[in-house]
C-alpha cells in the first residue's frame, strides 16, 4: 500500500492558527508584540527568498518585524555593532542571522554574538547545551518541526529505532538530541550516520523512523529502506528549472520507489520545509514571553 503523506503544510497551517490566536492574546492582554529582526548579508538569491518568506510570515501572524539587508562587502565590526543594537532592543525578541554568511565574515563569531535569549534559530552554544542537558530556551527551528511533525501525525517515536543521515550541526545532531531526550515526543533509540558509516543501508533498513539530512538526491533508495519504515526527507536540492524558469526540488530520499514501502513519508517540496518558519515564529513568541516573565 503507498504510504501516507505527511504534509508539513497542512501541520505548518495548523501551528500557524495556534500561534495567530496566542500573538493576539499577547498583545491584548499584556500589550506585547513578539518582534522578530532578520539580518542578511549580501544577495544570495535562495537566502533572499528565505528572509522574504520570514518576513511575510511575520506580517501574516501580527509578529513586529525589522529587516536588515546589508550590502555583501559589510565588515564583520559594522554587522557585529548592529547585533548589538538589536541585543539591546526591547522591540526586538528574536534575531536570525540569515546563513550562510560571505566568506570574509566569521560565521561562528557572528553567531556567538546574538544574545542567547534573543537566539531563536538556537545556533549559540549557549543554547546547544541547554538542548543538549534536557533544558532548552529553543529547540532549533527545523529539527523542532520534524519533531513536530511526528508527533502530529501519531507518530510515536518512544521506544523506536530513529535513524538519521547526517550529523550537521543544524539538522542531524540538534535532531538526535531532541529524540534521544526522556521526555514525550522522543524517549528513541537514535542512530546517527554520515559519509563515514561503513554500511549505511545497515542502518537505513533497521530504522523505524528514517530521518534523512544528506544534501544529496536519492541518498536512500528503496533497496535501503524496510517496509512501513516512517520516512523524513529534510533534503532540499535544486535540479534544474521548470518551463516557467522555477527551481525544480527534490529532497534526498528517492521518493517515488520509497512511497511504495514505507508506511508515511514527507514529500519534497511541502514536507519539513513549511515547518522550518513556523517554529522561527514559534521561538519568536516564546522569546518575547521569556523577556516579559510569561513563560
Ligand atoms: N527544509 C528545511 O527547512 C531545511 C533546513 C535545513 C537544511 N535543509 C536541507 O537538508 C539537507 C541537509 O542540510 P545540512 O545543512 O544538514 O547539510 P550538510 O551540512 O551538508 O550536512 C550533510 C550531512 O550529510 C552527510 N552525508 C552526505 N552524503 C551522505 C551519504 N551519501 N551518506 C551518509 N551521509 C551523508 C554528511 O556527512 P559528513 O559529516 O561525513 O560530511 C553531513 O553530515 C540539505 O539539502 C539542505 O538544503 C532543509
Redesign the pocket.
Known sequence: MPAQIISGTEVAKQIREELKQEIDELKEKHNLIPGLATVLVGEDPASQVYVGSKVKTCEALGVHSERYDLPADTSQEKLLALIDRLNKDPKIHGILVQLPLPKHLNETKVLYAVDPKKDVDGFHPVNVGKLMIGEPDYLP??PH?IQQLLIRSGVKTEGAEVVI????????KPIANILLQKKEGANATVTV?????RD?AFHTKRADILIV????PK?VTADMVNEGVVVID????RVGKSESGKDILV??VDFDAVKEKAKAITP?PG???P???TMLMLNTVRAAKLAAGLA
Open positions: 527551528c527545523t518541526g543521515v547526517g550529523r550537521s550541526n543544524i539538522v542531524g550516520c554520515h559519509t563515514g558509516t549505511l539530512a544528506a544534501g544529496k541518498a529534510v533534503g532540499v536540492n529532497g534526498d519534497v514536507g519539513v520545509g515547518m522550518t518558519i
